[in-house]
């Protein structure tokens, strides 16, 4: 969800079309069991595609009935009808501070990525790869590196949808506010799953892998049960 990049499941269906979905999550993970709504697009054009989502997180316990939001948007411009592309991205958005009776809002990773696209795709659509290779600027913070890989993957005669992204950068971590870095690169990704049960509604989930993410010490694994309703 943190970076839900799961556009490439629409891409299955046409390169020329709009593609927009909800989703609804439950978190599992540890010290969360909280509620979280994404809402996505992707539309392709003969010049690349545009892809944004916008995460709100709902219930997180101690805070209030809203706490968090996401916003993501990405723009890949196509090299001459090639596999590559020009890769350019925002990240933004708020929270609040974790603690009971703190009323207290704080940014989300402001950040702007630029570098380079390849896509890989069956001539069926029913597999697709991305890799991207991109510099990263966080606010406040040092000049970066991203590393992004996404994939999709249909199958059962379209019924199932395999879909995900994985990203590695550098970023120091501060996590005992101690002005003192713990931590220099961080990795996150989201595989989902999803059973389509007809063409607009989809039932599944994600498991959120991280390390060293968004305030989280070492490896965690976050899964969710989540339902999807595609437009």
Do not use: C
């Amino acid at each position: 969800m943190k970076k839900n990049l799961l556009f490439f499941t629409m891409i299955a269906f046409a390169s020329a079309i709009s593609a927009q979905n909800i989703q609804l999550h439950y978190d599992f993970g540890k010290d969360r069991k909280y509620v979280t709504t994404t809402v996505e697009m992707f539309k392709p054009d003969k010049l690349g595609n545009t892809f944004f989502f916008i995460d709100f997180d709902y219930g997180i316990p101690g805070q209030d009935f809203m706490s968090n939001a996401y916003f993501e948007i990405a723009r890949v411009m196509t090299i001459k009808k090639s596999r590559f592309g020009l890769h350019g991205e925002y990240n933004g958005g708020f929270g609040k501070i974790p603690v009971e009776g703190v009323n207290e809002f704080f940014s989300v990773n402001n950040a702007w990525l630029g570098g380079l696209d390849y896509s890989v795709n069956a001539k069926d659509f029913s597999k697709g790869f991305s890799a991207k290779l991109l510099y990263k600027q966080i606010q406040d913070k040092q000049s970066s590196f991203q590393l992004t890989g996404v994939w999709y993957v249909n199958f059962a005669k379209g019924k199932m949808a395999f879909t995900g992204f994985a990203d590695f950068w550098k970023e120091d971590s501060d996590f005992n506010f101690d002005g003192t870095t713990d931590a220099e690169f961080t990795f996150l990704s989201e595989p989902q799953l999803w059973y389509n049960i007809n063409t607009h509604f989809a039932a599944g989930g994600e498991v959120e892998l991280s390390n060293n993410f968004a305030g989280m010490d070492g490896f965690n694994v976050m899964p969710t049960l989540g339902a999807k309703w595609t437009f």
